[in-house]
Protein backbone atom coordinates (compact mmCIF):
# COMPACT_ATOMS: atom_id res chain seq x y z
CA UNK A 1 0.00 0.00 0.00
CA UNK A 2 0.97 3.73 -1.03
CA UNK A 3 -0.26 4.99 1.94
CA UNK A 4 -1.06 4.79 5.26
CA UNK A 5 -3.21 7.89 6.68
CA UNK A 6 -0.81 7.91 9.58
CA UNK A 7 1.04 11.18 8.46
CA UNK A 8 -2.54 12.52 7.91
CA UNK A 9 -2.29 15.18 10.69
CA UNK A 10 1.34 16.24 10.35
CA UNK A 11 3.22 13.91 11.57
CA UNK A 12 5.66 11.30 10.46
CA UNK A 13 8.13 8.58 12.02
CA UNK A 14 12.07 8.08 12.01
CA UNK A 15 14.11 4.78 11.65
CA UNK A 16 14.01 3.11 15.50
CA UNK A 17 11.69 5.89 17.32
CA UNK A 18 8.40 4.93 18.32
CA UNK A 19 7.31 9.00 18.92
CA UNK A 20 5.86 10.94 15.51
CA UNK A 21 7.21 13.91 14.92
CA UNK A 22 6.15 17.16 13.22
CA UNK A 23 6.76 16.98 9.10
CA UNK A 24 7.59 20.76 10.15
CA UNK A 25 10.74 19.44 11.79
CA UNK A 26 14.01 20.07 11.15
CA UNK A 27 14.71 16.65 11.31
CA UNK A 28 12.01 16.25 8.59
CA UNK A 29 13.11 19.15 6.56
CA UNK A 30 16.60 17.69 6.57
CA UNK A 31 15.37 14.28 5.02
CA UNK A 32 13.01 16.42 2.61
CA UNK A 33 16.06 18.02 1.47
CA UNK A 34 18.29 14.92 1.01
CA UNK A 35 15.35 13.44 -1.11
CA UNK A 36 15.10 15.82 -2.96
CA UNK A 37 18.93 16.30 -4.05
CA UNK A 38 18.77 12.29 -4.20
CA UNK A 39 15.58 13.01 -7.19
CA UNK A 40 17.28 15.71 -8.85
CA UNK A 41 20.32 13.95 -9.39
CA UNK A 42 17.96 11.25 -11.04
CA UNK A 43 17.24 13.74 -13.72
CA UNK A 44 21.05 14.44 -14.19
CA UNK A 45 22.03 11.02 -14.48
CA UNK A 46 19.93 10.17 -16.99
CA UNK A 47 21.05 13.09 -19.14
CA UNK A 48 24.04 11.93 -18.96
CA UNK A 49 23.66 8.49 -19.75
CA UNK A 50 21.53 9.75 -22.29
CA UNK A 51 24.58 12.09 -23.42
CA UNK A 52 26.97 9.31 -23.10
CA UNK A 53 29.16 11.62 -21.08
CA UNK A 54 32.35 10.79 -20.00
CA UNK A 55 34.97 11.43 -17.03
CA UNK A 56 38.39 12.34 -18.17
CA UNK A 57 39.44 8.69 -18.08
CA UNK A 58 36.34 8.06 -19.58
CA UNK A 59 34.54 6.57 -16.88
CA UNK A 60 30.83 6.53 -17.40
CA UNK A 61 29.08 9.75 -15.24
CA UNK A 62 25.52 8.22 -14.82
CA UNK A 63 27.49 5.38 -13.38
CA UNK A 64 29.41 7.55 -10.63
CA UNK A 65 25.57 9.72 -10.08
CA UNK A 66 24.39 6.71 -9.43
CA UNK A 67 26.50 6.06 -6.61
CA UNK A 68 26.08 9.32 -5.28
CA UNK A 69 22.41 8.60 -5.26
CA UNK A 70 23.18 5.24 -3.25
CA UNK A 71 25.46 7.15 -0.24
CA UNK A 72 22.81 9.79 -0.18
CA UNK A 73 20.41 6.70 1.28
CA UNK A 74 23.14 6.06 3.75
CA UNK A 75 22.83 9.79 5.05
CA UNK A 76 19.19 9.68 4.91
CA UNK A 77 19.23 6.94 7.09
CA UNK A 78 22.11 8.13 9.49
CA UNK A 79 19.57 11.65 10.06
CA UNK A 80 16.38 9.39 10.42
CA UNK A 81 18.68 7.25 13.51
CA UNK A 82 20.41 4.22 11.46
CA UNK A 83 24.31 3.78 13.03
CA UNK A 84 25.28 3.22 9.62
CA UNK A 85 27.23 6.69 8.18
CA UNK A 86 29.38 7.66 5.58
CA UNK A 87 33.08 6.58 5.52
CA UNK A 88 36.49 8.34 4.91
CA UNK A 89 36.48 6.39 1.67
CA UNK A 90 34.10 7.58 0.37
CA UNK A 91 34.48 11.08 0.96
CA UNK A 92 38.31 10.29 -0.43
CA UNK A 93 36.30 8.49 -3.87
CA UNK A 94 34.79 12.11 -4.68
CA UNK A 95 37.40 14.07 -3.96
CA UNK A 96 39.31 11.88 -6.06
CA UNK A 97 36.36 12.35 -8.63
CA UNK A 98 36.76 16.54 -8.60
CA UNK A 99 40.63 16.07 -8.45
CA UNK A 100 40.14 14.16 -11.53
CA UNK A 101 37.57 16.64 -13.42
CA UNK A 102 39.85 19.83 -12.22
CA UNK A 103 43.18 18.16 -13.98
CA UNK A 104 41.51 18.23 -17.27
CA UNK A 105 40.04 21.67 -17.26
CA UNK A 106 41.63 24.96 -17.54
CA UNK A 107 42.35 26.55 -14.16
CA UNK A 108 38.69 28.32 -12.83
CA UNK A 109 39.87 31.47 -11.37
CA UNK A 110 36.24 32.87 -10.81
CA UNK A 111 32.46 32.25 -10.60
CA UNK A 112 30.71 31.29 -14.01
CA UNK A 113 27.42 32.19 -14.83
CA UNK A 114 24.91 28.69 -15.27
CA UNK A 115 24.24 27.46 -18.48
CA UNK A 116 26.32 26.55 -21.48
CA UNK A 117 24.46 23.25 -22.20
CA UNK A 118 21.50 21.69 -20.57
CA UNK A 119 23.48 19.02 -18.29
CA UNK A 120 25.94 21.29 -17.00
CA UNK A 121 22.74 24.25 -15.72
CA UNK A 122 21.39 20.60 -14.49
CA UNK A 123 24.16 20.03 -11.96
CA UNK A 124 24.59 23.69 -11.54
CA UNK A 125 21.05 23.28 -9.97
CA UNK A 126 21.81 20.09 -8.35
CA UNK A 127 24.64 21.66 -6.86
CA UNK A 128 22.82 24.68 -5.39
CA UNK A 129 20.24 21.97 -3.87
CA UNK A 130 22.80 19.96 -2.35
CA UNK A 131 23.97 23.17 -0.89
CA UNK A 132 20.96 23.44 0.94
CA UNK A 133 20.45 20.03 2.34
CA UNK A 134 23.92 20.49 3.57
CA UNK A 135 22.59 23.94 5.46
CA UNK A 136 20.12 21.36 7.31
CA UNK A 137 21.82 18.60 7.91
CA UNK A 138 24.25 21.09 9.50
CA UNK A 139 21.23 22.75 11.69
CA UNK A 140 20.04 19.61 12.75
CA UNK A 141 23.05 18.58 13.95
CA UNK A 142 24.18 21.94 15.43
CA UNK A 143 20.44 21.50 17.27
CA UNK A 144 21.70 18.25 18.71
CA UNK A 145 18.53 16.52 17.32
CA UNK A 146 20.48 13.94 15.83
CA UNK A 147 24.21 13.08 15.33
CA UNK A 148 26.11 13.61 11.87
CA UNK A 149 29.48 11.62 11.40
CA UNK A 150 32.31 13.71 10.47
CA UNK A 151 32.45 12.12 7.01
CA UNK A 152 28.84 12.65 6.35
CA UNK A 153 29.40 16.48 6.85
CA UNK A 154 32.84 15.92 4.42
CA UNK A 155 30.77 14.15 2.27
CA UNK A 156 28.10 16.78 1.78
CA UNK A 157 30.55 19.40 1.41
CA UNK A 158 32.49 17.76 -1.46
CA UNK A 159 29.36 16.52 -3.04
CA UNK A 160 28.72 20.22 -3.73
CA UNK A 161 32.09 20.46 -4.91
CA UNK A 162 32.06 17.39 -7.48
CA UNK A 163 28.55 18.85 -8.94
CA UNK A 164 30.25 22.12 -9.59
CA UNK A 165 33.16 20.22 -11.45
CA UNK A 166 30.69 17.94 -13.25
CA UNK A 167 28.70 21.39 -14.52
CA UNK A 168 32.54 22.82 -15.95
CA UNK A 169 33.47 19.81 -17.45
CA UNK A 170 30.05 19.39 -19.60
CA UNK A 171 30.50 22.92 -20.99
CA UNK A 172 34.45 22.27 -21.13
CA UNK A 173 33.69 18.65 -23.27
CA UNK A 174 31.03 20.56 -25.51
CA UNK A 175 33.72 23.46 -26.26
CA UNK A 176 31.55 26.36 -24.58
CA UNK A 177 33.45 28.86 -23.21
CA UNK A 178 31.74 30.07 -19.90
CA UNK A 179 31.12 33.26 -18.38
CA UNK A 180 32.12 35.38 -15.63
CA UNK A 181 30.40 37.49 -14.64
CA UNK A 182 30.95 41.12 -14.46
CA UNK A 183 29.58 42.91 -11.53
CA UNK A 184 28.88 45.97 -13.61
Known amino acids: MLYTRKGDNGTTKTFGCDQRISKSSLIAEALGSMDEINSFLGICKVKSKDEKFLMPDGKEIDIIVHEVQKNLFIIQAEL?????????????????????????????????ISGGTELASLFDIART???RAERRVIGVSEESKVVVG???????????????????????EAKIDEESPDYK
Not at 160 to 166: E, G, K, Q
Request: aromatic share 14%.
Open 80 to 112: AGSKISITEEKVKEVEFLVDSIEKGLPPIKSFF
Open 129 to 131: IAR
Open 150 to 172: DFTKAYLNRLSSLLYALARWSNF
